[in-house]
């Protein structure tokens, strides 16, 4: 039977809130990035998609990269709470290792991937289309239109404002998974109370 005084806090809290940015996550981005007033991108590990002119539209490759985020990241939101209620079973320490790092994982390959995205995309632009693009992470710039594209008006110039930003599922994010860090690092410092083993005594009558 669970005992309460044997519950690792930290690790039960860091699993809820997991299981809190899972939730949020499915309709609130991580990273938002916009280019006018009509295009949107939204990207997150668990779900995104693109607006353009208030048509939503969705990549199917990233739809499957969602979905198994999705589902890793339940796994790992279970695993860290069956560990966290029963933190002196044998198998207690496996259970963490395993689920503390997955978080962790999706977070960083979420950042490399939105840093990739931004350098890419400048590159293309600038390498293909001459566009002057330097698409921001976080904060604002300017596209400059090529005077070649506008024919009649090349002596006309019009930039188009493109912003990227980190929301605030982001750093929710950040929270679960430093909380789950600081739950594999406070493991061996914890001192919970070991399971007794069930003796059987024989009496004679």
């Known amino acids: 039977m669970m005992q309460v005084k044997n519950v690792n806090w930290i690790g039960l809290a860091s699993g809820i809130l997991l299981i ?48 198994s985020c999705l589902l890793l990241l339940s796994i790992s ?21 395993w689920s503390y790092k997955k978080p962790l994982t999706i977070l960083i390959t979420f950042i490399a991937a939105i840093v990739a995205l931004s ?7 600038n390498q293909y289309a001459h566009i002057g693009l330097q698409l921001p992470i976080i904060g604002t710039s300017v596209i400059q239109v090529p005077s070649e594209l506008l024919g009649e008006l090349s002596g006309v110039q019009i930039g188009v404002a493109v912003s990227g930003g980190f929301q605030w599922t982001f750093y929710l994010a950040i929270a679960a998974t430093g ?4 739950t594999r690092i406070l493991y061996s410092k914890a001192s ?13 009558s």
Do not use: H
């Not at 990035?33 to 939503?56: E, K």
């Not at 350098?119 to 632009?125: D, K």
């Open 119 to 125: 350098q890419l995309a400048s590159y293309l632009a």
């Open 179 to 182: 909380l789950c860090i600081a």
């Open 77 to 97: 939101a279970a695993v860290m709470i069956a560990y966290s209620v029963n933190p002196t079973k044998p198998y207690s320490k496996q259970l963490l290792c």
């Open 192 to 204: 919970f109370t070991s399971e007794p083993a069930a003796n059987i005594t024989a009496t004679s």
């Open 20 to 67: 809190a940015v899972i939730l949020l996550s499915l309709y609130n981005p991580w990273w938002q990035l916009r280019i006018g007033d009509f295009v949107y991108a939204n990207f997150s590990p668990l779900s995104t998609n693109f607006s353009f002119l208030g048509i939503t539209f969705l990549i199917p490759l990233l739809t499957a990269i969602n979905i």
